[in-house]
């Protein structure tokens, strides 16, 4: 068993930053990362980082843009805690040496992004995730932070009180992925969860096949609510063989979309009147899947965006990387072709309940970064947001954690305070009752132990662990890819920018049956040796989780807010869902309950107003 | 000889060697070698879909330390579907989810940013999820990166790469910071520009494993650790103290006068860093620095 003051579960930009910043606070402090650092997804960030560095710009006026963006279902709290703290961690990271883009006074360049009333979107060419990513990973080398990497988290050491709020988590049970070894990662303090977004529970998307929701999944089993979890962001301009990214940097040049007739169908079909291809992502998301759904796509799948008319110089003066992408990843010659696009999964608003501390309601448990909901995006996120959210929590995180004074939260964390129970009407029973104290069926949840000691705790988690692999290298059965797929065609096909009741409803009948058929998975590597057929078969477990909390979410708001359109309801009602969508895992059994949102800032209250550009 | 290609070829391993991981050279005299069957729960004819499908043939490179039947390297044989854009990591994946679960590599982004899938492709350092099917002659040969302990499959020990990668501080390290906690440090945009390239680095070990040098000499920094140096050591913003001391670092009998110029780190750097370049440039400031110094 290995033992720190703070274990912290991910390694990347959350992950490293709450590292760091344990260090600092005098913890002994450990990464186990599934990954090795540098290959963590913050690395595929191209746009930028949010911070009101400039005169004429200020934390308000960006907490103000925030909160508008989020369609009004952020936490005040949260928002205004990102936006006074995004300038002094910016400059933080440029005082680390992260490699920003420069003006000619040698001070670090910011641009317009969508959705901000100032241009205050800092950027490190079109790399700034990668830039973040290295920087921080250097200091955690310059500290001597202890790294376990390619260490793969199972499960955590979480005790059993009837209670979430009663619980504590004192480790997590670690695979070392080259041997095979399971072992227990005791934290004598704390906890941190910085394991990165769900996105691999959609087949099309610009997530990494490492972003299979872990961490929420294993805190989400053992007590902390999943908050929001309906609101996933779909970017319209996304490669069809592989979900890589093409920036909004090309409609912003200038690029137009086209439909299989060669109509620009943003205005000819009367989407977006105005700002045609530069409306909003889920907008022109929505207007390119009609076009495919009414016959009118590319070999029914995609729709055309084309920059030919910019020219070559234009195009490989500002949009070099998009020549590239599009050469590398499909095969296409932007110089010569109109570039296939369509819709793709690419953020998950919603995650793990925290406070503006990260500290969720099981003690001793953090989380920090994309699986964390604090919340400060809302029904919809902004572009050059999430990047903040990780420095800025992650290091909160990781102060706390290592037992830093810290002024006390105003959110509410767990079911404590105001909050009202709700039931969802699903077609199927829910997550998994009655697997209790299965290995394999529960994803290992600690059934032992009540409030024994964390060593024993940990042991038994350990031993649990051992015991759910052994089942699964050592039965005959289908293989998880079968069970993988099925999941992601399904929320792709059901649960994505158009939702309707009986489609959400058929997608929790396919989701049951492919938990029921995940019963019967096994693992079909034998070996100890880096066995990533073993891993990926754990990880479709969570994605089955967090898949179903998506839907039912998505099935419980009957309302259109951000990101999240509903067939039924096209309008916001604030009078109804100005709350946020909470989901329990109850032993297996999920409970869906709601919280109001906070709209009470430190000097003022956000007033809802329509959210048009 | 200037690429690692020629040298491989002229080398003859015996099958012990083959066998023992921990040298490094996989076996090439089992390319022209008979194929096995991949283990005994799949058949060679599962590893052809239907024959109306428009296939590609690739060759996988196998060893597994523990499992009977792996522990000698071989070579498998997959016909996978071609679709337009498919790269060879999607070629890998499709193997690996239709035909055998065991087949090991490690990715993630699928977009050149993550430096997890740098494989051996047709003889060359090649990152999967950026080489176009399309682009290669059949059947196409996918072996781990040479020069580096084979853990499994595809998967090799990355572990001296990044010791060597840990070994030149790498992280920034100015004299001083600025005052104010929002004031910035200043850095011209041509000097930003000098480091540029020299900061696109993913770690991927691309160029490491196609050094000679680096083969030759285990101790040896290699090309992206000197990379790394050199994006510190040219950064205006550190003292003159802490470039001297890199450049100490660099100098080192396992440093930059081992590099023979071969540009083979070059050509293989998926992005497209001029190593050798800026290798060239750290000895002419290490040269420039003893003039001062002595
Ligand atoms: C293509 C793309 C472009 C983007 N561009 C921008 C942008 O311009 N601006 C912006 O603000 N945001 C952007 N985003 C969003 C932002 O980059 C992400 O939300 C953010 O980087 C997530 O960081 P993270 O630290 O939470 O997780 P990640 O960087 O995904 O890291 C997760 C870590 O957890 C580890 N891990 C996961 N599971 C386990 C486990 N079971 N055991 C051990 N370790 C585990 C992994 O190894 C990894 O180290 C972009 C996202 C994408 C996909
Ligand atoms: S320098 Fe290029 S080839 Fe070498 S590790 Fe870095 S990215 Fe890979
Ligand atoms: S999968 Fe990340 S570089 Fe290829």
Redesign the pocket.
């Known amino acids: 068993m290995y033992e720190h003051d703070v274990i912290v579960v991910g390694a990347g930009g959350a992950g490293l930053r709450a590292a760091v910043a344990a260090d600092e606070a005098g913890a002994d402090v450990a990464i186990v990362s599934k990954l090795h650092p540098v290959r963590s997804h913050t690395g595929a960030a191209e746009g930028g980082i949010n911070a009101a560095l400039r005169e004429g710009d200020s934390w308000e006026d960006h907490a103000y843009d925030t909160m508008k963006g989020s369609d009004y279902l952020g936490d005040a709290p949260a928002i205004e805690t990102l936006c006074q703290n995004s300038p002094y961690e910016v400059i933080q990271l440029e005082h680390w040496g992260m490699a920003f883009s420069r003006e000619d006074d040698g001070r670090v360049s910011q641009r317009p992004f969508g959705g901000l009333s100032f241009p205050r979107t800092t950027y490190a060419g079109a790399e700034t995730g990668h830039h973040l990513l290295h920087t921080l990973y250097e200091q955690v080398v310059k500290r001597g932070i202890e790294v376990y990497d390619e260490w793969h988290v199972m499960n955590l050491a979480v005790t059993d009180e009837e209670r979430p709020e009663d619980r504590h988590c004192h480790g997590v049970v670690g695979y070392d992925v080259a041997s095979g070894e399971v072992s227990g990662f005791k934290a004598r303090d704390g906890v941190i969860l910085a394991t990165g977004g769900p996105g691999q529970a959609f087949d099309h998307t610009t997530n990494a096949v490492s972003c299979t929701g872990d961490g929420q999944a294993m805190a989400y089993r053992a007590g902390v609510p999943l908050e929001d979890m309906e609101f996933i962001q779909f970017h319209p301009t996304t490669l069809p063989s592989t979900g890589v990214l093409i920036s909004e940097g090309v409609r912003g040049e200038g690029g137009i979309l086209y439909n299989e007739d060669g109509e620009r169908f943003m205005f000819e079909r009367g989407y977006a009147n105005n700002d045609g291809e530069l409306a909003s992502r889920d907008v022109v998301s929505r207007a390119e899947l009609t076009e495919v759904n009414e016959g009118r796509g590319i070999e029914d799948e995609y729709v055309h965006l084309d920059m030919r008319h910019l020219g070559e110089e234009r195009i490989t003066d500002r949009l070099e990387n998009i020549l590239h992408l599009a050469e590398d990843f499909e095969g296409a010659d932007g110089l010569d072709e109109p570039m296939p696009v369509k819709p793709g999964q690419h953020y998950a608003m919603g995650g793990l309940e925290t406070d503006e501390n990260g500290e969720t309601c099981v003690g001793g448990l953090y989380a920090a970064g994309e699986c964390a909901c604090a919340s400060v995006h809302g029904a919809n996120r902004l572009g050059g947001n999430a990047l903040p959210e990780l420095i800025v929590f992650g290091k909160r995180a990781g102060h706390h954690a290592a037992g830093k004074e810290m002024e006390s939260a105003e959110i509410e964390t767990g079911q404590r305070g105001e909050f009202e129970r709700a039931t969802v009407d699903s077609p199927v029973e829910l997550g998994d009752p009655g697997s209790f104290g299965d290995a394999v069926a529960d994803g290992g949840a600690v059934a032992a132990g009540g409030t024994a000691d964390p060593d024993t705790l940990l042991e038994d988690a350990v031993e649990a662990e051992r015991q759910r692999i052994d089942e699964l290298l050592n039965t005959d059965g289908i293989h998880h890819s079968e069970v993988r797929s099925d999941v992601q065609e399904t929320m792709t096909a059901k649960v994505n920018v158009f939702r309707e009741e009986d489609g959400l409803k058929e997608a929790l009948r396919e989701l049951r049956a492919a938990r029921d058929r995940y019963e019967d998975v096994a693992v079909q590597d034998p070996s100890t040796t880096f066995n990533t057929d073993l891993l990926q078969t754990i990880e479709t477990r969570n994605i089955l989780d967090l898949a179903e909390a998506i839907t039912v979410g998505a099935l419980a708001r009957k309302e259109f807010r951000g990101a999240h359109w509903r067939a039924e309801a096209q309008e916001r009602k604030d009078d109804e869902w100005l709350k946020h969508t909470m989901l329990s895992w109850n032993e297996g059994d999920p409970e869906l309950w709601y919280r109001p949102v906070i709209l009470e800032g430190e000097n003022k209250e956000y007033e809802p107003k329509v959210r048009s550009y | 000889m200037s690429t690692q290609l020629p040298q491989q070829e002229s080398e003859e391993s015996t099958a012990e060697e083959a066998a023992e991981p921990a040298a490094t050279d996989h076996d090439h005299e089992h390319t022209g070698g008979p194929r096995r069957d991949v283990g005994d729960k799949t058949t060679d004819t599962e590893h052809e879909p239907a024959d109306t499908e428009d296939t590609r043939e690739i060759r996988v490179f196998r060893y597994d330390p523990e499992i009977e039947g792996k522990q000698e390297p071989r070579f498998d044989t997959f016909h996978v579907p071609f679709t337009r854009g498919m790269t060879v990591l999607d070629a890998v994946i499709y193997a690996r989810d239709n035909f055998d679960p065991s087949l090991t590599f490690r990715h993630s982004c699928r977009q050149a940013v993550c430096?997890s899938d740098?494989f051996f492709v047709n003889g060359e350092?090649r990152?999967g999820c950026k080489t176009q099917i399309s682009d290669l002659e059949e059947p196409i040969r996918i072996e781990p990166l040479p020069h580096q302990d084979v853990v499994k499959d595809l998967v090799v020990d990355m572990d001296h790469?990044y010791e060597e990668?840990e070994a030149v501080d790498p992280y920034f390290d100015p004299d001083e910071t600025p005052d104010g906690e929002l004031e910035e440090q200043r850095q011209s945009r041509a000097n930003r520009e000098k480091v540029k390239m020299?900061t696109?680095?993913?770690?991927?070990?691309?160029?490491?494993s196609?050094c000679n040098i680096a083969a030759g000499d285990n101790e040896y920094l290699?090309?992206?650790a000197l990379?790394k140096a050199y994006r510190f050591a040219m950064d205006e913003r550190e003292g003159d103290g802490k470039t001297q001391e890199r450049l100490e670092t660099i100098e080192q009998d396992h440093g930059v006068w081992r590099c023979q110029t071969q540009f083979s780190?070059t050509n293989?750097?998926?992005?497209?860093?001029p190593?050798t370049e800026h290798i060239q440039e750290l000895k002419r400031e290490a040269v420039k620095s003893n003039l001062k110094f002595w």
Do not use: E, H, T, Y
């Open positions: 430096g740098a350092q990152l790469f990668m020299s696109r680095c993913i770690w991927c070990g691309a160029c490491f196609s290699g090309p992206a990379n780190c293989v750097c998926p992005k497209d860093i190593l």
